[in-house]
């Protein structure tokens, strides 16, 4: 297996997104869906809703819409004119924002389904004991909720690594920039380069089977639960 | 079941016990009324500051819910008062971290992702954070006391999946002794566990009310709880509470709302006076006056212990039989008869002392002994259980 200096660039570059994008989407998604676990509003089906939309759109549909409010005539494309970060489209940033969220039910919805499992007792348990949110979160529901966390967060970075409309339709194809791993793959095809196609999509078939593996393993029961 | 809300029926038992302690400073006084649309609670209580108090009633009576809100889980509209302290009032709100109390769930609640010992340093380690009004060094359980008080000193070092069912809540229950709490609540902690490990159980709980000086509010629908841990019994039914006083004041009142049928009955609490080795029998002394025999048992000399007797175990008579197989006889004053839960059968209420015993008979027996208010007769007791 030969990869060329572009290969390892495209490698590299699609590591460092997707690692980006689980950070930030770990952040963003553990509010959302414990707001989606607790809240009585009746908003709650709506956000349900929007947050599970990319998972039936499709990424052309999504990174055009993307593209459009980015742009110059955009409503985030003005924001971040006037803060003075020009336009994202076709920038690692633009990618970034766009991999969030067309990311983001694989993330929230791991998690919601472990809080919800967990219920509410294990924070009723801790209050009791005198321990305030902030304490309850992050040394007993965070603990219980690890499994659904840690799949949220492989769902999330083989979700990024494996995008290619939304990037085409965002991103371009600039190398070093946006130029992931699955439009190299592209590149080559349209060059006929066969061989170089082959080498990279082996090394994507053998990478999505290491994680399919590791999250089966990871539900594998660590012990019955008691929360009911 | 009649679903209509009951006023509090009981005006004499509720005017007699209104104050459980006069001086009323350290009580806990809850005032709070909660409407889910299918269900409403409604609660006006004063519970003592000391001694077990239970909330007893059916399923559905809304004695959890009361815990709930007493521990700020629920938020109900009213006032909550430990105390000096106020927990809950129309403009105030203290969240359940921060009131001085310790709650047992009903069923196993251990966090699963820390050991037996995890559990008790999670709970200790938290238990400087809230003060409460009376904080007494005095009053603080110590790790070691605790463990081996609750009989967990084999298993710190387990997850709560390698527990059995009664070895979880015997540490859920350090647990919360180890928050250093100033109140207990205990939500029907027995009610998840089979009839061995209760028993298993039981005489911790006791053993805890004896030793420790902390006030205690345990939510049971069972007769048997009551009758070995109360000290005031509150009676709830469909979200209203519908008597509470005295333990002994609550039970021989023939008005009790809760029925009990087979098992009404009186509780006595009296001394530990003598034992008869040669019968094997020892000899409770209620009201200083009133010898009670029954069945030996392993408690020492002059301890306090506590008997029930049914009401179907007392009967009356006009004379002293001196040729029955019964051992014990005393000479009472009938106060009043009432009915029981059927047609034919009557409760009737005598007093020996300043005890009042429960018998109940058929109505035909009321009717040839000429039972009445004020007359003097005789009572036997076929058994009588130490609890």
């Known amino acids: 297996m030969d990869l060329s200096a572009a290969d390892i660039n495209a490698i590299t570059l699609t590591l460092k997104l997707a690692t980006l994008v689980t950070l930030v989407l770990l952040v963003i998604s553990t509010p959302i869906a414990l707001w989606l676990v607790h ?49 994202l489209p ?41 321990a305030g949110p902030v304490d309850t979160f992050f040394r007993v529901t965070l603990p219980l909720a690890k499994p659904g966390f840690l799949t949220a967060a492989v769902l999330g970075f083989a979700h990024t690594v494996g995008e290619f409309g939304v990037v085409l339709m965002i991103g371009g194809n600039i190398p070093d920039e946006t130029r992931v791993i699955s439009l190299q793959i592209y590149d080559h095809v349209e ?13 994507m078939v053998g990478f999505a089977f290491v994680v399919l593996l590791a999250l089966y393993g990871l539900r594998q029961p660590a012990g019955g639960r008691s929360w009911t | 079941m009649d679903l209509t809300l009951k006023p509090v029926m009981n005006s004499r038992l509720l005017s007699q016990t209104e104050s459980p302690q006069p001086d009323g400073s350290a009580d806990i006084r809850l005032d709070i009324q909660l409407d889910r649309g299918d269900f409403c609670l409604a609660a006006n209580l004063c519970l003592p500051a000391t001694g077990v108090s239970v909330l007893f009633g059916h399923s559905g009576s809304g004695k959890t819910t009361l815990l709930r809100c007493l521990a700020g889980l629920e938020r109900a509209s009213g006032n909550v008062n430990f105390g000096q302290q106020c927990w809950q009032s129309e403009r105030h709100w203290l969240a359940t971290h921060k009131r001085p109390l310790a709650y047992v769930f009903q069923e196993a609640s251990l ?66 002794l180890l928050s250093q709490p100033q109140l207990l609540l205990m939500d029907e902690p027995l009610a998840a566990l089979d009839e061995q490990r209760k028993q298993e159980i039981l005489p911790y709980l006791e053993r805890m009310k004896t030793s420790l000086k902390l006030p205690i509010v345990y939510v049971t629908h069972s007769i048997q709880e009551v009758t070995r841990l ?60 009133f010898d009670l025999w029954l069945r030996d048992c392993e408690r020492p000399l002059n301890s306090a212990i506590r008997a029930r007797i049914l ?21 009472v004053t009938v106060e009043s008869i009432h009915d029981s839960d059927h047609p034919a059968l009557a409760l009737v209420r005598v007093r020996a002392g300043s005890t009042a015993l429960l018998a109940r008979m058929t109505r035909k027996s009321v009717a040839e002994l000429q039972l009445a208010s004020g007359k003097s007769v005789w009572a036997q007791v076929k058994s009588a259980a130490l609890v």
């Open chain 2, 111 to 176: 966090f699963d992702h820390l050991s037996a010992r995890g559990n008790l340093d999670f709970a200790a380690s938290r238990a400087h954070k809230r003060k409460g009004p009376q904080a007494d060094p005095a009053q603080h359980h110590n790790f070691d006391d605790v463990v081996e008080m609750l009989g967990i000193g084999h298993t710190l070092e387990r997850y709560p999946q390698q527990l059995s069912g009664g070895e979880r809540q015997r540490v859920a229950i350090a647990r919360a």
């Open chain 2, 311 to 331: 009401a179907r175990d007392v009967s009356l008579s006009n004379s002293r039989h001196h040729d029955s197989s019964i051992q014990n006889a005393w000479p």
């Open chain 1, 39 to 87: 809240s009585q509003s009746r908003w709650r089906p709506v956000v349900n809703a929007v947050v599970a939309l990319p998972l039936v759109l499709p990424p052309s549909v999504l990174g055009f819409y993307l593209l459009i409010s980015m742009g110059p005539n955009g409503l985030i494309g003005q924001t971040t004119m006037a803060l003075g970060l020009g336009t």
């Open chain 1, 90 to 130: 076709f920038t690692f940033a633009g990618l970034v924002v766009a991999s969030v969220l067309y990311s983001l039910p694989f993330v929230v919805q791991p998690i919601q389904n472990t809080l919800a499992s967990l219920g509410q007792r294990p924070a009723e348990v801790a209050a009791t004991l005198g």
């Open chain 2, 230 to 289: 109360a000290d005031y019994l509150v009676a709830m039914e469909a979200g209203q509470v519908v008597a509470h006083g005295g333990l002994a004041d609550t039970l021989s009142d023939p008005a009790f709302p809760i029925k009990l049928g087979e098992e009404a009955g009186v509780v006595l609490e009296g001394v530990l006076q003598q034992r008869d080795s040669q019968w094997q029998l020892a000899c409770l002394r209620f009201d200083e006056q």
């Open chain 1, 191 to 203: 060059a006929l380069q066969y061989d170089q196609a082959h080498s990279l999509s082996l090394l």
